[in-house]
């Protein structure tokens, strides 16, 4: 089993940039395919990247591709997802999340992080 913690949320402007972390704990973490998830007010929480467990591939909903890049480090036992050129309907609560499976779906991940706030100013 493992365990998430997501950390660098925060608030910035239009344009700006953020980068999430989420550190997992326990020895199988490189067994996982990682996922980020989002969730805004008032709406369902949707997809937003994963990598599989050896990095070679990622996916991205269209609304991020070209903003958003997600990566991994097995020896730290993290997953970072680099935000850049934020906008404004990007706010939500960013969650992280692990899974065997792990694919597009809520369903295909096992464990889940707390969640961090990211708030994008106009």
């Known amino acids: 089993q493992v365990q998430l913690v997501e950390s660098g949320g925060g608030l910035v402007q239009a344009g700006d940039s953020l980068r999430l972390s989420c550190a997992a704990s326990?020895?199988?973490?490189?067994?996982?395919?990682m996922g980020w998830f989002r969730q805004a007010p008032g709406k369902e929480r949707d997809f937003v990247a994963a990598?599989?467990?050896?990095?070679?591939?990622?996916n991205y909903v269209d609304s991020v591709k070209g903003r958003f890049t997600i990566s991994r480090d097995n020896a730290k036992s993290t997953v970072y997802l680099q935000m850049n050129s934020l906008k404004p309907e990007d706010t939500a609560v960013y969650y992280c999340?692990?899974?065997?499976?792990?694919?597009?779906?809520?369903?295909?991940?096992?464990?889940w992080g707390q969640g961090t706030q990211v708030t994008v100013s106009s």
């Open positions: 999340a692990a899974g065997e499976r792990g694919g597009l779906s809520m369903e295909t991940y096992d464990t």
């Open positions: 326990g020895r199988t973490f490189s067994r996982y395919t």
């Open positions: 990598i599989s467990w050896g990095a070679l591939i990622t």
